[in-house]
């Protein structure tokens, strides 16, 4: 794994203890190294990474109470956060639990996304009584679903794009379907044709599989630590919840099953719980 980068501007911060020796480490500037995933972006949809300093355990961090995950090692462990889509701009932390509890700040930065409009079968946005109950249902699910939390943690995080195609700039965008606001979209839109190979980004554990009102055929990866991967409108699933897998093994293929305007793979991560742009673990 690579050293997580320093993102405290001071010259000079906490001390190791080394052998019995106090070391004072110099903290160079503030530099955010582009080859370590995922990448810094403190931004609405983006994963901020915070220095926790030195340790010689790993630090249990978290965020309004959910588990956040921590990389690193004795000498500097740092926290990876994910920031919602619907955050403030401003000041925010977390609390560090290490014998006692500190909280360690930082700055949310301001992001504006574009917006989408798109024309979809009316039945897929003003809903029946049955189609919401369906998605109400499915929605306390994946909740449950989306709070898992396991060891080990995951080896790297430098992901492999799941299926070959041109990869959207959709995340974040502020979707209109016929005319009527919706939630921003929350994932990654890879174009490719239906039957398109899908495989995993990251060495995973299966969770969760189902048909969705509107995911369609749905593929829930649990990476460890609180990173989740969720492939959506597959046109066929290979996989079954409790299935091991290595990078790159298929888990399915492309397709066009539920809400959508044609074949594609919708890719989100979710990362303590809050959907991350998946552009941010790629290369």
Same mark, same amino acid.
């Given at each position: 794994?690579?050293?997580?980068?320093?993102?405290?501007? /001071?010259?000079?911060?906490?001390?190791?203890? +080394?052998?019995?020796?106090?070391?004072?480490?110099?903290?160079?500037?503030?530099?955010?190294?582009?080859?370590?995933?995922?990448?810094?972006?403190?931004?609405?949809?983006?994963?901020?990474?915070?220095?926790?300093?030195?340790?010689?355990?790993?630090?249990?961090?978290?965020?309004?109470?959910?588990? +956040?995950?921590?990389?690193? !090692?004795?000498?500097?462990?740092?926290?990876?956060?994910?920031?919602?889509?619907?955050?403030?701009?401003? /000041?925010?932390?977390? !609390?560090? #639990?290490?014998?006692?509890?500190?909280?360690?700040?930082?700055?949310?930065?301001? /992001?504006? =996304?574009?917006?989408?409009?798109? /024309?979809?079968?009316?039945? $897929?946005?003003? +809903?029946?009584?049955?189609?919401? %109950?369906? #998605?109400?249902?499915?929605?306390?699910?994946?909740?449950?679903?989306?709070?898992?939390?396991?060891?080990?943690?995951? %080896? *790297?995080?430098?992901?492999?794009?799941?299926?070959?195609?041109?990869? %959207?700039?959709?995340?974040?965008?502020?979707?209109?379907?016929?005319?009527?606001?919706?939630?921003?979209? %929350?994932?990654?839109?890879?174009?490719?044709?239906?039957? *398109?190979?899908?495989?995993?980004?990251?060495?995973? *554990?299966? @969770?969760? $599989?189902?048909? =969705?009102?509107?995911?369609?055929?749905?593929?829930?990866?649990?990476?460890?630590?609180?990173?989740?991967?969720?492939?959506?409108?597959?046109?066929?699933? !290979?996989?079954?919840?409790?299935?091991?897998?290595?990078?790159?093994?298929? @888990?399915?293929?492309?397709?066009?099953?539920?809400?959508? *305007?044609?074949?594609?793979?919708?890719?989100?991560?979710?990362?303590?719980?809050?959907?991350?742009?998946?552009?941010?673990? +790629?290369?």
């Amino acid at each position: 794994m690579n050293p997580p980068q320093d993102l405290c501007p /001071k010259s000079m911060r906490r001390l190791v203890l +080394l052998g019995g020796l106090s070391l004072a480490l110099p903290r160079p500037a503030l530099a955010i190294d582009p080859q370590i995933w995922p990448r810094h972006s403190a931004v609405p949809g983006g994963v901020a990474r915070i220095d926790l300093g030195p340790a010689t355990e790993r630090p249990r961090a978290t965020v309004d109470g959910v588990p +956040l995950l921590v990389v690193g !090692d004795p000498i500097v462990w740092t926290a990876l956060v994910g920031i919602p889509l619907s955050a403030s701009p401003g /000041k925010a932390s977390i !609390d560090v #639990h290490a014998g006692t509890t500190r909280s360690e700040a930082y700055i949310i930065e301001s /992001k504006r =996304y574009s917006e989408q409009r798109l /024309k979809v079968s009316p039945k $897929t946005v003003d +809903l029946s009584p049955e189609d919401l %109950s369906r #998605h109400e249902r499915e929605r306390a699910h994946q909740v449950g679903v989306i709070a898992t939390f396991t060891e080990p943690l995951p %080896s *790297t995080y430098k992901m492999e794009q799941p299926t070959p195609g041109r990869r %959207s700039g959709s995340f974040g965008l502020r979707r209109v379907f016929n005319g009527q606001p919706r939630n921003p979209h %929350s994932g990654m839109d890879i174009a490719a044709p239906t039957g *398109t190979p899908v495989v995993s980004p990251l060495p995973a *554990t299966v @969770i969760d $599989t189902g048909n =969705y009102f509107f995911n369609g055929n749905t593929v829930w990866l649990n990476h460890g630590g609180g990173l989740l991967s969720m492939m959506c409108h597959l046109s066929r699933t !290979d996989v079954k919840p409790g299935d091991k897998l290595a990078s790159g093994q298929r @888990i399915g293929a492309v397709g066009a099953t539920g809400r959508v *305007t044609g074949p594609h793979l919708h890719w989100s991560i979710s990362l303590n719980r809050v959907m991350v742009d998946p552009a941010l673990f +790629l290369a």
